[in-house]
């Protein structure tokens, strides 16, 4: 019998001879007592019957019980107490004074129709359907790629061997996944704090063990950070709720990612073979470092690179919108909004230590870089002719600011002025000469009446 590494025995050779994941289970097999392979006689296939737990029926490319299994177990690290009936009270008194306020700064109506005070176990669970449609495109692309670098031959050979591999990916994706939402469950403030509507519409909700340990760091009372994130929850609630193409338009972002994600066969076996060193394959929690290193982490593409791209502005402009009409609404009733929305800004474009750590796992950014000039853009647009004008930009994702404006987002419709006001009988008078513009359009001789007549219109924001 060879003690080839790349070919165990001539009886039972290894049926992924000759493709990138040859490496893998020739060190796999030198990795089990006695040298055995796992392929060979004796080898028991251990490695593949450690991962069992992991591979449960389950549907999707990702086992979501193990996912968050996983992410349990890390939250539970730490207290974790359940909110109490004041808790539950104070968010939804928080919550009601806040659209009160809102109701001044934007004509978006309330989208809040039920409050809540959330454990960070409860945020896991609450979070989870939308977490799955998020993450879900991103690892099925990863599995099926990874099966799809063995030539067909060797599929033939290795038979049912593929599947399990695809299994084993799986698997450890969702180890993967669970940690980084058990991680990001220990930083997040409020469902809408990542910019993204991951709770149930309309219910605003706070994780309060979060929400204290963000206040303990903060000169300020708890009362007034309970107040301040509550206005962020409340008008996130209130954007996402009038504008139904939003949701999508950031998912579909995600989605345009997952869509160009390409494995590169050759790079993964060079990976292998540098990043194999000292893994015990007998020890899955080691074998974790495959993922931890990058190897399912390949270049992006060009049409990687614009999805993403459009995704952090989308999240820059939501997270801008959230921070322009939040400090129009306590400018003149809270003293400390101040402090607080610069600990916010600072908080949400540099990203915790969980947001960076879900960004390597699954390679996402959810942190908006440009928020600062988001918020300046919108405050421009408002100051110039009025909220109406800065909302009514949300009608259309075709009008929402690009890069490009926010490198200038004082520029952006610098055209824009307020309307005049007008009293009774000049608007008649003007509507009188609309009108008639409209009416003699077609006739040649008297085209530039009717061009005149849609300048006016022209000039009035929408």
Do not use: C
Request: net charge negative; aromatic share 6%.
């Amino acid at each position: 019998m060879s003690n080839d590494p790349g070919n165990p025995g001539d009886d039972q050779p290894n049926p992924f001879k000759g493709t990138p994941f040859e490496h893998l289970f020739g060190a796999l097999g030198g990795g089990f007592p006695g040298g055995a392979n796992p392929f060979g006689p004796g080898g028991g296939m251990a490695f593949f019957q450690q991962l069992q737990s992991l591979m449960q029926p389950h549907d999707g490319p990702l086992n979501w019980n193990a996912a968050g299994d996983v992410a349990r177990q890390q939250v539970a690290q730490e207290a974790d107490p359940s909110p109490s009936q004041r808790d539950r009270d104070r968010v939804a008194d928080a919550v009601r004074l806040a659209d009160h306020w809102l109701d001044d700064t934007t004509e978006f109506p309330s989208g809040v129709s039920t409050t809540a005070a959330w454990s960070r176990a409860e945020w896991l669970v609450e979070t989870q359907p939308v977490w799955k449609v998020l993450v879900e495109p991103v690892a099925a692309r990863s599995v099926t790629s990874l099966s799809s670098g063995l030539p067909e031959e060797m599929k033939a050979a290795a038979g049912p061997l593929v599947g399990l591999i695809g299994q084993a990916v799986g698997g450890m994706l969702a180890m993967q996944v669970g940690q980084g939402l058990g991680a990001l469950a220990g930083e997040v403030l409020t469902a809408s704090d990542v910019g993204l509507p991951l709770g149930a519409p309309g219910k605003a909700a706070l994780v309060m063990s979060n929400v204290r340990a963000f206040a303990e760091g903060l000169d300020v009372s708890e009362d007034d950070v309970v107040l301040y994130l509550a206005l962020r929850e409340a008008a996130h609630q209130r954007l996402f709720a009038h504008v139904p193409w939003l949701r999508e338009h950031l998912i579909g972002a995600v989605t345009d990612y997952a869509r160009g994600l390409e494995i590169n066969a050759q790079q993964i076996q060079e990976r292998v073979q540098e990043q194999l060193r000292g893994i015990d394959p007998t020890n899955l929690e080691s074998m974790q470092g495959l993922l931890e290193g990058g190897l399912f982490d390949p270049p992006q593409t060009e049409a990687q690179t614009a999805a993403l791209s459009r995704l952090e502005i989308a999240l820059a402009l939501v997270e801008g919108w959230v921070d322009e009409v939040v400090g129009q609404a306590t400018h003149e009733r809270m003293p400390a909004a101040a402090k607080l929305r610069e600990a916010v800004r600072r908080r949400r474009a540099a990203g915790g230590p969980a947001e960076q750590t879900f960004a390597a796992l699954v390679g996402l950014e959810l942190r908006p870089r440009r928020l600062r000039d988001a918020s300046t853009l919108w405050g421009g647009l408002r100051a110039r002719s009025g909220p109406e004008a800065r909302d009514g930009v949300w009608m259309h994702p075709d009008l929402l600011p690009t890069a490009s404006d926010l490198d200038d987002p004082l520029s952006f419709r610098a055209e824009a002025t307020a309307p005049e006001e007008l009293s009774e009988d000049e608007f008649e008078a003007e509507l009188r000469k609309l009108l008639e513009g409209t009416n003699q359009s077609d006739r040649p001789s008297e085209g530039e009446s009717g061009d005149a007549g849609d300048t006016g219109e022209g000039d009035r924001p929408e």
